[in-house]
């Protein structure tokens, strides 16, 4: 018996995540986009992965500069992940009005942010509608002690300490 997509989509709004602002550029071309489908694969080397959607302007970005920055959200930032994931006016450049800086890759990383991670592509697996990209991290920092964002069930919440 075959799962379709809405049945995978109601289980999946089950499993609690951190959000993350994932950005990268080509060249003059930068976008970032809300992402919350990564995870960390290995500590030495120091990989982890993410899987976008192949119809997005990030991963093109990503394809081609084989490099992508991971902003980790606090959870003041609700607003700011519904702005990169287009829920509210869609901008043709999201990073516009933001403070970014860079570390080693050139990809664009939020200022205000609670940890970052730097991150080279070292394989790309394409996975039905998306690529996994699976990445060293050159660069890292635990930027604050905030609680994180997390997004369970379509909504955002906070972590109960």
Same mark, same amino acid.
């Given at each position: 018996m075959a799962i379709d997509?809405?049945?995978? $989509? =109601?289980?999946?709004?089950?499993?609690?995540?951190?959000?993350?602002?994932?950005?990268?550029r080509d060249g003059a071309h930068a976008h970032g986009m809300t992402v919350n489908s990564f995870t960390s694969v290995s500590l030495e080397p120091p990989l982890v992965l993410v899987s976008l959607e192949r119809n997005t302007r990030t991963h093109a970005l990503v394809e081609h500069s $084989? =490099?992508?920055a991971i902003s980790i959200l606090g959870e003041h930032q609700s607003a700011l992940s519904d702005h990169f994931a287009g829920r509210l006016t869609e901008t043709t450049d999201r990073l516009d009005g933001l403070s970014t800086h860079t570390a080693l890759t050139?990809?664009?990383?939020?200022?205000?942010?609670?940890?970052?991670?730097?991150?080279?592509?070292v394989a790309a697996h394409p996975a039905?509608?998306?690529?996994?990209?699976?990445?060293?991290?050159v660069a890292a920092?635990?930027?604050?002690?905030?609680?994180p964002l997390i997004y369970f069930n379509r909504g955002y919440r906070s972590l109960a300490l």
């Open positions: 997509s809405e049945t995978l $989509r =109601a289980v999946m709004r089950h499993w609690t995540t951190g959000v993350t602002i994932l950005t990268a $084989r =490099a992508f050139g990809a664009p990383i939020l200022r205000d942010n609670i940890g970052y991670l730097d991150c080279r592509v039905g509608t998306h690529t996994l990209f699976i990445a060293e991290v920092q635990s930027a604050s002690e905030a609680p």
